[in-house]
Nanobody
Framework: EVKLVESGGGLVHDGGSLRLSCVTS????????IAWFRQAPGKEREGVSC????????LYADSVQGRFIVSSDNAKKTVYLQMNSLKPEDTAVYYC?????????????????WGQGTQVTVSS
């Protein structure tokens, strides 16, 4: 059974930091691309960042470039999203997702497996 479980969300002030974790099981982690998406109330789901576990290459949305860092621990089958300099507009439910394919953030439907999400709230 494929599982992706996010954790690490919470409430922080403007300018604060959080680190999200996505613990996975049930698939060949080393061969997959793992992405982070987010969805704010009333808005469409947005791709934030992704990492290829094959070669470690990463991709970021313009809105988080330079503030967020995605990393992967292949031994733990876990992907992290370090979020720094958080802004109120980063408030959303954050999901991790997995696909056996190439990196991209444009279409969430491309990703086969999803976690349940973790809430991130940034207060001003």
């Amino acid at each position: 059974e494929v599982k992706l479980v996010e954790s690490g969300g919470g409430l922080v002030h403007d300018g604060g930091s959080l680190r999200l974790s996505c613990v996975t099981s049930g698939f060949s982690f080393d061969d997959y691309v793992i992405a982070w998406f987010r969805q704010a109330p009333g808005k469409e789901r947005e791709g934030v960042s992704c990492i290829s576990n094959r070669d470690g290459s990463t991709l970021y949305a313009d809105s988080v470039q330079g503030r967020f860092i995605v990393s992967s621990d292949n031994a733990k089958k876990t992907v992290y999203l370090q979020m720094n300099s958080l802004k109120p507009e980063d408030t959303a439910v954050y999901y991790c997702a997995a696909v056996y394919g190439v990196k991209h953030l444009a279409y969430s439907d491309y990703y086969n497996y999803w976690g349940q999400g973790t809430q991130v709230t940034v207060s001003s």
